[in-house]
């Protein structure tokens, strides 16, 4: 009986911990742990922040216009709001390293989301915005993990070196360190020894160590970067390669669907909105809609049906990694985006007269955090064949097939006071939504009174 319970919990081990574990660190599944890059090299931090030994890392990392990553443990951070506020300002990047130290392996999956969660509102409390990116504690995963791969990043590390221990000493560390010292390289540090099996006072070696590699690796020509900017390095270098493999079949299938979107544009007559917008002013046509502020979009009313410019689409597509790779660059530009396109609206007397910016997404995720209202769109022939279509276009950007959940159409309404104010004060107005935005305006269509939108006429898919 007992042989066979030992049996049975080994099997639950090895499906629950070693095998996730295995893949992701010899196989690199669903997480990031090494770059490809020229003279970039990525410096992350573990189980901080510490009131000691945090502050002389940001200063020694300014010192040499180093950036980094800090995976933050949420129980050393809840009380040290102004240290993280003092990151994010210095250009570096905060990450999530669970509430408490503790090995996945050893929670269950609800108490691990409980963990990020936890830690994941620390962080927005103190800096405004979410964090994009997880690593593990000891970077032990189980099955459960890659399903937080979703919705953050995971990051592993391409090297690391036993700085916890402060009997290695900061000699023997800097040659550890310089070996490693190569393009592309995610090296794991600790600024914390507050920590199981650390000690408090191995973060003073490190940064003894440390001050030596960056004098060094600066006179090498090597840049130190986060983690964002290393993973945006290694996406464009390996779109070379990914040319090089695009099939021709693709390569035409894609030039046409921008060559239809021009003629769109053209007949259509569609505004420049900036660098990932085209709009124009259309009469609403569908049942009305109860706003949030008590207004309602009536049938006549005027709105701006907003488009995704395609070619961007497209690029940021091809040039990702992964989808969440792309969600996460497409955040980006759709932040600037609508302070862009706020811009030229305010510019624009006709534009102006609108009551909203109306258009229908496919992937929703955070629209309601910077401003837009949802709308679940009627089920009808449009609704049915724009799953198709964007299934279609997805597979072929990015060869990944997308799930049937994601692609729920929705009406999305901002109402054009809302929307202006974003043009005055862009770094203001989107410093809390950074991390919010997984949402780009799919084909746009007029609805009709019963509810099912006229045909497609929009060509702006989202991711």
């Known amino acids: 009986m007992i042989n066979n319970l030992l049996l049975w919990a080994f099997y639950f081990m ?35 922040p510490d009131a000691e030994y945090t502050p002389q890392l940001l200063e ?35 990450g999530i390293h669970n509430y408490v130290h503790k090995s996945n392996w050893f929670m269950l999956p609800r108490t691990v989301t409980r963990h990020i969660q936890q830690t994941n509102d620390i962080i927005e409390q103190a800096i405004g915005i979410r964090a994009a990116y997880y690593r593990p504690p000891w970077g032990i995963m189980n099955c459960f993990d890659f399903r937080s ?17 402060v009997k290695l000493g900061a000699e023997q560390l800097t040659r550890r360190i310089m070996r490693k010292l190569r393009p592309g390289e995610v090296l794991l540090l600790h ?30 020509g090597f840049r130190f970067v986060a983690i964002d900017e290393m993973m945006d390095i290694t996406e464009r270098n390996e779109k070379k390669r990914k040319e090089q493999r695009t099939p021709m079949w693709k390569k035409t299938l894609i030039a046409g669907w921008l060559v239809y979107e021009k003629a769109f544009q053209a007949v259509f007559r569609l505004k420049h909105g900036g660098s990932i917008f085209h709009y124009r ?9 109860e706003l949030a502020d008590g207004r309602r979009i009536v049938k006549g009313d ?50 102006r007269e ?50 049937s959940n994601d692609l729920k159409p929705q009406i999305l309404i901002m109402p054009m006071n809302r929307l202006l104010p974003l043009a005055t004060d862009e770094k203001q107005q989107f410093a809390a939504l950074r991390n919010a935005t997984r949402t780009a305006a799919a084909p746009p269509a007029v609805m009709r009174e019963d509810g099912d939108p006229s045909p497609m006429r929009g060509n702006t898919p989202a991711l």
Request: proline share 4%; net charge positive; with cysteine.
């Open 60 to 94: 020694l990392l300014a010192r040499y216009d180093a950036k980094a990553t800090f995976f933050v443990v949420g129980s050393h951070a809840e009380d040290k709001a102004q240290l993280l506020k003092r990151m994010h300002e210095e250009g570096h990047v905060i």
């Open 191 to 220: 600024d914390c020894g507050r920590t199981p099996g650390a000690d408090a006072e191995a973060p003073g070696e490190m940064l003894k160590a440390l001050e030596y590699v960056l004098e060094e690796g600066t006179r090498r």
């Open 354 to 403: 609108a009551k909203a910016v109306y258009g229908v997404t496919m992937v929703h995720r955070g629209a309601d955090r910077i401003g837009f209202e949802l709308f679940p769109l009627p089920d009808g022939w449009f609704a049915r064949s724009s799953k198709v279509y964007l299934r279609i276009l997805m597979r072929v950007l990015t060869n990944n097939k997308p799930g």
């Open 14 to 48: 090895t499906l629950y911990a070693f095998i996730p574990a295995l893949v992701s660190r010899l196989f690199g599944f669903r997480v990031f742990k090494k770059g490809l890059a020229d003279k970039e090299i990525a410096l992350t931090f573990d189980d901080g």
């Open 302 to 351: 005027p709105v701006i049906e907003i488009h995704f410019d395609n070619r961007k689409l497209s690029s940021i597509a091809m040039n990702s990694k992964s989808p969440i790779a792309a969600t996460v660059k497409l955040k980006r530009e759709t932040e600037h985006g609508l302070a862009e396109l706020a811009g030229y609206l305010a510019h624009d007397e006709e534009a």
């Open 149 to 165: 791969s979703t919705r953050h990043q995971i990051v592993l590390w391409s090297s690391l070196f036993g700085d916890w221990n």
């Open 281 to 289: 002013k259309i009469r609403y046509g569908g049942k009305p809609l």
